[in-house]
């Protein structure tokens, strides 16, 4: 009886570690978005808003690192000042976002950088476990772009930006949501990928595209965004493509080795 009991309690408390992130396997997950210049939309419609993906359970990726030794931050940034200091202490650190030499999309995003017909919004790589569906957190992303009088290419929080710039309000414009949305990463026989993405066109209604001769919108579309909401079974280092008229998501993920 007690052999079959201290058998129990071992298996319980196996499973119990090989549960927690230390003992899964550690992934890389990349992602690009990118919009398309002159979409053609195939005569689809969005005439409504189809709601935000949900950001409850989401998690922000971790872009800096308190030093404890030296009570100062390390902010990840450029990528190659600061990977000496992250390499031994952050290596096991859930959703810490990738320094720039570990980016394996480097190529792709040269290819959209220079053709007309798209444009990258953002590029960015972090570190996680592979857990379980009742585990995994969804990793939360979005991008603003300024639009208006070039104050400033990006911001993190548009509304702080007025407090940030000295400038009258009529002279500062707030920066346009480009998109907003989640990764989730999960692991069981399978890797699988959930993506939901909210992505916020510029494009001419079909009211206004009458207003202007030279205006000829290829699309026709109501709704102040659209969504791109996708699950799919995915492979170690193969390149997926989510793919919406108007934009896409491209993602990889490659098995991540802890030394």
């Given at each position: 009886?007690?052999?079959?009991?201290?058998?129990?309690?071992?298996?319980?408390?196996?499973?119990?570690?090989?549960m927690?992130?230390?003992?899964?396997?550690?992934?890389?997950?990349?992602?690009?978005?990118?919009?398309?210049?002159?979409?053609d939309?195939?005569?689809?419609?969005?005439?409504?808003?189809?709601?935000l993906?949900?950001?409850?359970?989401?998690?922000?990726?971790?872009?800096?690192?308190?030093?404890?030794?030296?009570?100062?931050?390390?902010?990840?940034?450029?990528?190659?000042?600061?990977?000496?200091?992250?390499?031994?202490?952050?290596e096991l650190?859930?959703?810490?976002?990738?320094?720039?030499?570990?980016?394996?999309?480097?190529g792709?995003?040269?290819?959209?950088?220079?053709?007309r017909?798209?444009?990258?919004?953002?590029?960015?790589?972090?570190?996680q476990?592979?857990?379980?569906?009742?585990?995994?957190?969804?990793?939360?992303?979005?991008?603003?772009v300024?639009?208006?009088?070039?104050v400033?290419?990006?911001?993190?929080?548009?509304?702080?930006?007025?407090?940030?710039?000295?400038?009258?309000?009529?002279?500062?414009?707030?920066?346009?949501?480009a998109?907003?949305?989640?990764?989730?990463?999960?692991?069981?026989?399978?890797?699988?990928?959930?993506?939901?993405?909210?992505?916020f066109?510029?494009?001419?209604?079909?009211?206004s595209?009458?207003?202007?001769?030279?205006?000829?919108?290829?699309?026709?579309?109501?709704?102040?965004?659209?969504?791109?909401?996708?699950s799919r079974k995915?492979?170690?280092?193969?390149?997926?493509?989510?793919?919406?008229?108007?934009?896409g998501?491209?993602?990889?993920?490659?098995?991540?080795n802890?030394?």
């Amino acid at each position: 009886m007690k052999l079959k009991y201290c058998r129990n309690v071992f298996f319980g408390l196996s499973a119990l570690l090989f549960m927690s992130p230390a003992y899964a396997a550690w992934y890389q997950v990349e992602v690009i978005v990118f919009e398309y210049v002159s979409p053609d939309s195939d005569g689809e419609l969005w005439d409504e808003n189809p709601g935000l993906p949900d950001r409850s359970d989401s998690i922000e990726l971790i872009t800096e690192l308190a030093d404890n030794d030296e009570d100062t931050t390390v902010k990840n940034t450029s990528g190659d000042a600061i990977q000496d200091k992250l390499s031994s202490k952050a290596e096991l650190i859930p959703f810490l976002q990738s320094t720039n030499d570990k980016l394996r999309l480097d190529g792709v995003q040269r290819v959209l950088e220079l053709s007309r017909d798209y444009r990258p919004l953002l590029h960015v790589a972090w570190q996680q476990p592979g857990l379980t569906a009742n585990n995994a957190r969804s990793v939360h992303l979005q991008k603003f772009v300024e639009t208006g009088n070039s104050v400033a290419d990006e911001v993190e929080d548009p509304s702080a930006l007025k407090q940030k710039l000295v400038l009258p309000d009529d002279e500062v414009q707030v920066p346009d949501l480009a998109f907003d949305g989640t990764i989730r990463l999960r692991s069981s026989s399978f890797l699988h990928v959930d993506g939901d993405v909210a992505y916020f066109p510029k494009f001419l209604s079909k009211e206004s595209a009458s207003d202007s001769e030279d205006s000829s919108p290829s699309i026709q579309q109501q709704a102040d965004y659209v969504r791109l909401q996708e699950s799919r079974k995915i492979r170690l280092n193969e390149i997926n493509y989510f793919d919406h008229p108007l934009f896409g998501v491209i993602l990889r993920v490659s098995r991540l080795n802890i030394n």
